[in-house]
């Protein structure tokens, strides 16, 4: 069967969390508020391969594995746009975009045959399926891949990153393997963690510098949430990461670094 599908650049789609690749996280840390969401999916279901071949795996207290993607993120409420999208809704970095924002609506953390329910634009996006736009999927194959697979290589090359940052988290926040074992059972929900403890976990990165980065950021999406009950917890993950990352920043090297004990994860 053929899906047609055209984006008419519409920039509805432009808005909240952005799921990145690594790479796309790190080089853009001077415009996204970063963030690592957790996705935990229970053993037995459809994603579950996928999901512990891009992310990890976990065993819980009473024995049962899920696995997870640890996804960076640009870490958006809902109701913000992109910080590159014009006014004229367009892309601001058009020609420098992430992988993601190529891909769309393409998906590569599911299967490619899984893909058809993304083609169904959401509830006032403005994307073309009609007669007049290209097929973009055939018999649950994806016409122009190469975006697609640019992505999914990409989430291939970084899982055993991922997987030691996991290792780390784990080792030292186990509380987290019960979070991830009550949110498996309830799909869409996520756990949170900082790009500070990322970068602490992983020592691979010039954390002094991406510090130096993200602090801005971070402290003016502190400001813009501030005194909306609804941004209470985007409000307190921000001013907790900013400490983070105004501590990491002065590190004379990352492995001066380490989490400020009163900060959030
Ligand atoms: S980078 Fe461009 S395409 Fe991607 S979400 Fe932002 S404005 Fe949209
Ligand atoms: S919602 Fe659809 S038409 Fe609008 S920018 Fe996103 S992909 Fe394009």
């Known amino acids: 069967m053929d899906r047609r599908f055209n984006c008419t650049a519409c920039g509805k789609c432009c808005f909240g ?7 796309d996280a790190l080089s853009h840390a001077a415009r996204f508020p970063l963030a690592l969401v957790w996705t935990p999916v229970p053993q037995g279901t459809r994603a579950f391969s996928l999901t512990a071949r891009l992310g990890t795996t976990i065993r819980l207290r009473n024995r049962k594995q899920i696995a997870a993607l640890i996804t960076p993120t640009a870490y958006l409420p809902p109701s913000f746009p992109c910080p590159e999208l014009t006014a ?3 892309c601001g970095i058009h020609e420098n975009k992430p992988l993601r924002c190529r891909t769309m609506p393409f ?8 893909q058809a329910d993304l083609l169904v634009p959401r509830k006032g996006w403005a994307c073309d399926t009609s007669v007049a736009a290209p097929v973009v999927y055939h018999n649950k194959g994806i016409v122009e891949r190469t975006d697609f697979d640019l992505e999914r290589k990409e989430l291939l090359e970084q899982a055993p990153t991922m997987r030691a940052y996991a290792d780390y988290v784990l080792k030292y926040m186990p509380w987290i393997i019960d979070s991830l074992g009550a949110i498996a059972q309830q799909p869409g929900g996520n756990v ?5 403890s990322f970068l ?3 020592r691979q990165f010039d954390a002094v510098t991406l510090a130096a980065q993200q602090l801005p950021v971070l402290k003016d999406y502190a400001a813009r949430t501030s005194g909306a009950p609804e941004l209470l917890e985007y ?4 001013a907790g990461w900013a400490r983070e990352m105004e501590y ?3 590190s004379k090297s990352p492995q001066d670094s380490a989490q400020t ?3 959030p994860l």
Do not use: M
């Open 17 to 23: 969390w952005l799921p990145l690749t690594l790479n």
């Open 88 to 90: 004229e809704d367009l």
């Open 107 to 114: 998906y590569p953390y599911r299967e490619e045959q899984d």
């Open 192 to 196: 949170i963690t900082s790009l500070s």
């Open 200 to 202: 602490t976990a992983i």
């Open 235 to 238: 409000q307190r993950n921000y």
């Open 248 to 250: 990491l920043a002065r």
């Open 261 to 263: 004990p009163d900060s």
